[in-house]
């Protein structure tokens, strides 16, 4: 799965990294970005969040907006001194960056879900898939945007010798 708005801490397949001088770990520790990320993902899945997403439909400034909100909060919820004379828009990029440096870190793979079901690298339980892979699809569901679940194997036919492209997205 590629993310492709930098809130995720990606920009498509690759880490986001706002410029070469943007190091995580230059404003935040190990300790403290386990501790921002576990708020963010409490946050993230909260009931309140998920309603003002689903609120926020389509709007992508207010979902953009959301997304900042919940992330400065979580980086505020540590309570770390030294940060807090530190610029929003610092603190939310550093945060950012941090992903790239810590992708592979097995410390951190279940983090958020976005670690956890971050397709763009090699891991046992979730193996690298990219354009043209072979991909098991049993088991595995397409949701309509009405609602409907389809299996994914329903649209592959055994003497199909055409590639079945398949576009999928999420906004939250």
């Avoid at 389509?58 to 001194?81: G, H, R």
Wanted: charged letters at 25%; glycine letters at 4%; one cysteine or more.
């Amino acid at each position: 799965m590629g993310m492709m708005h930098f809130s995720s801490g990606k920009h498509g397949l690759d880490y986001y990294t706002p410029d070469k001088y943007c190091d995580p770990f230059t404003l935040f520790t190990r300790d403290m970005l386990k501790r921002i990320y576990a708020k963010e993902h409490e946050l993230r899945r909260s009931d309140a969040i998920q309603q003002a997403y689903t609120e926020a439909d389509s709007n992508f400034k207010q979902l953009e907006k959301i997304t900042e909100d919940l992330q400065y909060e979580a980086i505020q919820s540590i309570k770390e001194d030294k940060l807090a004379t530190v610029n929003r828009q610092v603190l939310l990029r550093h945060f950012r960056a941090a992903r790239g440096f810590l992708a592979k870190d097995e410390e951190f793979k279940d983090a958020t879900d976005y670690f956890q079901y971050d397709r763009a690298f090699q891991r046992e339980e979730a193996p690298l898939i990219q354009c043209g892979s072979q991909v098991p699809v049993e088991g595995i569901h397409l949701h309509t945007l009405d609602g409907d679940s389809i299996p994914l194997s329903n649209w592959i036919h055994p003497n199909m010798n055409k590639p079945l492209l398949i576009f999928a997205g999420s906004l939250s």
